[in-house]
């Protein structure tokens, strides 16, 4: 089994930055692809951006590329998303996910490959 539990969110102004972060209690972190989703209120649940375990690759939205960063720290079984210049539109409740262990399939930004959830953490940003 895997938990996951976010922390990090909050409320800020447009164009400042937010580090969100999700603590694992997993053997198999490593093994794991990590991910962050996001839900804005009245909307499906996006993918934002993955860390995939093999290859170490990350691969971001493209509404957030440049201005976010997945990281992870295996020896830490920790999983953070850096967050800057943000923007009213990126408020939603952000959800750390988890596929695997040992997950090696394509489709790392559908959230049905991922079998593990967190609870959520709340962004709002204010214009």
């Known amino acids: 089994q895997v938990q996951l539990v976010e922390s990090g969110g909050g409320l800020v102004q447009a164009g400042a930055s937010l580090r969100l972060s999700c603590a694992a209690s997993?053997?198999?972190?490593?093994?794991?692809?990590m991910g962050w989703f996001r839900q804005a209120p009245g909307k499906e649940r996006d993918f934002v951006a993955t860390?995939?375990?093999?290859?170490?690759?990350?691969y971001y939205a493209e509404s957030v590329q440049g201005r976010f960063t997945i990281s992870r720290d295996n020896a830490k079984n920790a999983l953070y998303l850096q967050m800057t210049s943000l923007k009213p539109e990126d408020t939603a409740v952000y959800y750390c996910?988890?596929?695997?262990?040992?997950?090696?399939?394509?489709?790392?930004?559908?959230?049905?490959?991922?079998?593990?959830w967190g609870q959520g953490t709340q962004v709002t940003v204010s214009s």
């Open positions: 996910a988890a596929a695997g262990p040992y997950y090696s399939g394509s489709y790392y930004s559908q959230d049905s490959s991922y079998n593990y």
């Open positions: 860390h995939r375990w093999f290859s170490g690759r990350t």
């Open positions: 997993a053997r198999t972190f490593s093994s794991l692809d």
